[in-house]
Protein backbone atom coordinates (compact mmCIF):
# COMPACT_ATOMS: atom_id res chain seq x y z
CA UNK A 1 0.00 0.00 0.00
CA UNK A 2 1.66 3.38 -0.90
CA UNK A 3 1.57 6.36 1.55
CA UNK A 4 2.77 9.94 1.69
CA UNK A 5 3.76 10.97 4.74
CA UNK A 6 4.63 14.62 4.93
CA UNK A 7 6.24 16.67 8.20
CA UNK A 8 7.93 20.49 8.41
CA UNK A 9 4.48 22.76 8.32
CA UNK A 10 4.30 24.93 10.89
CA UNK A 11 3.52 28.38 12.19
CA UNK A 12 6.22 31.27 11.08
CA UNK A 13 6.80 34.90 10.61
CA UNK A 14 6.87 36.95 7.11
CA UNK A 15 10.44 36.92 6.05
CA UNK A 16 10.99 33.15 7.38
CA UNK A 17 11.52 29.83 6.03
CA UNK A 18 10.18 26.49 6.18
CA UNK A 19 11.29 23.07 4.57
CA UNK A 20 9.16 20.23 3.83
CA UNK A 21 9.64 17.09 3.44
CA UNK A 22 7.30 14.37 1.51
CA UNK A 23 8.56 10.52 1.51
CA UNK A 24 6.45 7.69 -0.19
CA UNK A 25 7.08 4.05 1.34
CA UNK A 26 4.79 1.00 -0.12
CA UNK A 27 5.23 -1.26 -3.26
CA UNK A 28 7.06 1.05 -5.52
CA UNK A 29 8.23 0.34 -9.11
CA UNK A 30 8.99 3.66 -9.91
CA UNK A 31 8.21 7.52 -9.57
CA UNK A 32 7.79 9.40 -12.47
CA UNK A 33 6.69 12.92 -10.28
CA UNK A 34 6.55 14.25 -7.48
CA UNK A 35 5.45 17.95 -6.00
CA UNK A 36 3.50 19.69 -3.61
CA UNK A 37 0.16 21.59 -3.99
CA UNK A 38 -1.66 24.12 -1.27
CA UNK A 39 -5.25 25.18 -1.10
CA UNK A 40 -5.88 28.32 0.66
CA UNK A 41 -8.90 28.79 2.21
CA UNK A 42 -11.96 29.93 -0.74
CA UNK A 43 -9.41 29.14 -3.11
CA UNK A 44 -8.88 26.42 -5.20
CA UNK A 45 -5.84 24.10 -5.02
CA UNK A 46 -2.85 25.04 -7.10
CA UNK A 47 0.68 23.72 -7.95
CA UNK A 48 3.34 24.77 -5.69
CA UNK A 49 6.44 22.85 -7.63
CA UNK A 50 7.12 19.86 -9.04
CA UNK A 51 9.87 17.32 -10.00
CA UNK A 52 10.55 14.48 -12.40
CA UNK A 53 12.51 11.37 -11.81
CA UNK A 54 15.75 10.37 -12.53
CA UNK A 55 19.16 11.55 -11.66
CA UNK A 56 18.54 15.06 -13.17
CA UNK A 57 14.81 15.76 -12.50
CA UNK A 58 13.88 18.63 -13.99
CA UNK A 59 11.47 21.53 -11.58
CA UNK A 60 8.43 23.25 -12.69
CA UNK A 61 7.34 26.32 -10.24
CA UNK A 62 4.46 28.22 -9.79
CA UNK A 63 5.32 32.02 -10.72
CA UNK A 64 3.90 33.29 -7.22
CA UNK A 65 7.41 30.95 -5.59
CA UNK A 66 9.77 31.16 -8.23
CA UNK A 67 13.11 32.57 -6.57
CA UNK A 68 11.38 31.96 -3.30
CA UNK A 69 11.01 27.99 -3.05
CA UNK A 70 13.10 25.32 -4.10
CA UNK A 71 12.18 21.44 -4.51
CA UNK A 72 14.52 18.92 -4.67
CA UNK A 73 14.40 15.29 -4.63
CA UNK A 74 16.44 12.47 -3.33
CA UNK A 75 15.22 9.28 -5.42
CA UNK A 76 17.16 6.54 -2.84
CA UNK A 77 14.92 7.52 -0.34
CA UNK A 78 11.87 7.99 -2.14
CA UNK A 79 11.20 12.01 -0.26
CA UNK A 80 10.95 15.29 -1.76
CA UNK A 81 12.22 18.63 0.22
CA UNK A 82 10.47 22.03 -0.33
CA UNK A 83 12.22 24.95 1.45
CA UNK A 84 10.02 27.62 1.20
CA UNK A 85 12.26 31.18 2.18
CA UNK A 86 10.81 34.72 2.39
CA UNK A 87 7.87 33.52 3.15
CA UNK A 88 4.53 35.54 3.28
CA UNK A 89 1.01 35.78 4.25
CA UNK A 90 -0.26 34.79 1.12
CA UNK A 91 1.80 31.10 1.42
CA UNK A 92 -0.41 30.64 4.30
CA UNK A 93 -1.93 27.18 2.96
CA UNK A 94 -2.40 23.11 3.68
CA UNK A 95 0.45 22.17 1.68
CA UNK A 96 -0.55 18.40 -0.33
CA UNK A 97 2.50 16.58 -1.25
CA UNK A 98 1.74 14.58 -4.72
CA UNK A 99 3.02 11.55 -6.79
CA UNK A 100 2.25 10.31 -9.82
CA UNK A 101 3.78 6.32 -10.06
CA UNK A 102 3.80 3.00 -10.66
CA UNK A 103 3.24 0.07 -8.62
CA UNK A 104 4.62 -2.51 -11.20
CA UNK A 105 6.08 -2.93 -14.67
CA UNK A 106 2.34 -3.57 -15.91
CA UNK A 107 0.94 -1.05 -13.71
CA UNK A 108 -0.75 2.37 -15.29
CA UNK A 109 0.89 5.38 -13.08
CA UNK A 110 -1.47 7.22 -10.70
CA UNK A 111 -1.49 10.13 -8.67
CA UNK A 112 -1.29 9.72 -4.70
CA UNK A 113 -1.87 12.49 -2.43
CA UNK A 114 -0.87 12.77 1.14
CA UNK A 115 -3.18 14.15 3.90
CA UNK A 116 -1.99 17.96 3.70
CA UNK A 117 0.39 19.59 6.47
CA UNK A 118 -0.56 23.44 7.27
CA UNK A 119 1.73 26.41 6.64
CA UNK A 120 0.81 29.74 8.19
CA UNK A 121 2.39 32.44 7.93
CA UNK A 122 2.06 35.22 10.19
CA UNK A 123 2.55 39.51 9.42
Known amino acids: QVQLVESGGGLVQAGGSLTLSCAVS????????MGWYRQAPGKQRELVAS?????????NYADSVKDRFTLSRNNTKNTVYLQMNSLTPEDTAVYYC???????????????WGQGTQVTVSS
Open 26 to 33: GNIFSIPS
Open 98 to 112: NSRLRVGLRSSENVY
Open 51 to 59: ITGGSGGST
